[in-house]
């Protein structure tokens, strides 16, 4: 009874939430936010340049392995948008600097969930390809995921 009463708060949040967001402006073009972007690379900022095109770059100490420092770089190409839900296609090229320094690609699908008109929660996975020193390719894993918070401007 106690997982009923919890799912039915969760689900009255989230359509809450949903129609005071669905009530705002849906555009993203102009939109620029900072927050945490994943574990690899945690602080970064989000810029939308038109409704179906961004970018994003984030920076900093990987959360999972505290000896790494990473740089992202990534596009974010919108495949839907049911506001406050954004499909996003997401390919970027990372570097990671630990013992060696480290050159990713990863490919990822993310939803953008409008929380407000000024707050995101992301969740992505998708496939990371990963390059040693010497140019060799290193391995893919097949799954990689991310959950991310962005607050815009």
Known sequence: MKKLGLVVTVLAVVIGFSSVASAQEASLKGKIGVGYMNSGTPLGIKMWLSDGFGLDASIGVNTANTQVFGIQL?????????????????PAVGLD????????????????????KNLSLSAGTGLLFTVTPAFVFSHCVVTTNNLGVIYYF
Do not use: C, H, W
């Open 97 to 116: 600097f630990g013992g060696v320094v480290n050159f990713s690609i990863p490919l990822m699908l993310n939803i953008e969930y409008f929380v407000t």
């Open 74 to 90: 990534g596009v974010d190409m919108v495949m839907a948008n049911k506001y406050p839900v954004v499909l996003q296609f997401r």
